[in-house]
């Protein structure tokens, strides 16, 4: 009960709260895409406030972040990341599915900040175009983020990765950090939310650009697993008994 109280509390105070920075989105733009970019940062720090004050959900970062643009494939468990994300990385670029981009007020924002919708269907034409918007993004000086295995995934789940991700990584030539992220723990992919939680971002090891699809692959798709492990190794890691 407690938790479906504090869920339903974040979900007013941050939908409620969101309305202005969506409706002056248009405004905001007018001035430029720096102040663009400023004023969605603001919006993701607010999700932070919101999740920190109505469930007590807190962030832990772990790892460098390269203070240059890189290609960052991350894992993906809940809608939390992909507001984060623009915060740590300084308003990249994110690479989300074209499904997206079609609820109310959030997809119009996140369209009007430059996101890059993919279809998933995998046609060369989707592939193209989204290489396109890719390459515009990284000759702007931005990093893109992308989440090579498709959609929201369930902790402990490690589906393969998509074939966006070679076709990024081959285009644009930029570093990858991989980035773990286990934040299904406390921000489940349906129902409610797990007050008093921590989510970790872990930024891996960086990988040069150039290698071949055999090698990059592996090596990206165990770095964004890497907080993955068996439901019983989680519960004791958080403090509670298998």
């Not at 074209?98 to 959030?106: C, F, K, N, T, Y």
């Not at 090579?148 to 393969?160: M, S, W």
Request: hydrophobic share 45%; with cysteine.
């Amino acid at each position: 009960m407690l938790a479906k109280l504090r869920t339903w509390a974040f979900n007013v105070v941050f939908f409620s709260g969101s309305v202005p920075y969506v409706l002056a989105t248009p405004l905001v733009a007018l001035v430029g895409p720096a102040a663009l970019r400023g004023w969605v940062r603001s919006w993701t720090r607010y999700n932070r406030r919101c999740a920190r004050l109505c469930l007590n959900i807190r962030v832990a970062q772990s790892g460098p972040i390269p203070s240059y643009p890189a290609l960052y494939p991350a894992k993906h468990q809940a809608m939390f990341e992909t507001f984060e994300l623009v915060a740590m990385l300084d308003a990249p670029v994110i690479v989300m599915k074209q499904e997206l981009a079609r609820i109310p007020l959030w997809g119009w924002a996140a369209q009007r900040y430059g996101m890059i919708t993919v279809d998933r269907s995998g046609s060369g034409a989707a592939m193209r175009a989204m290489l396109r918007a890719a390459e515009a993004a990284k000759a702007e000086g931005r990093s893109v983020v992308i989440f090579p295995e498709g959609t929201r995934v369930a902790p402990g789940e490690t589906p393969p990765m998509k074939p966006g991700f070679s076709g990024l990584y081959r285009a644009l030539g930029l570093p990858v950090v991989p980035i773990a992220i286990d934040s299904g723990v406390a921000w489940p992919k349906h129902g409610e939310k797990v007050p008093n939680g921590v989510i970790h971002f872990a930024f891996q090891d960086e990988i040069p650009p150039g290698l071949p699809r055999r090698e990059i692959e592996p090596k990206v798709h165990a770095a964004i697993n890497a907080l993955e492990v068996s439901p019983i190794n989680r519960h004791s890691r958080e403090g509670g008994n298998p």
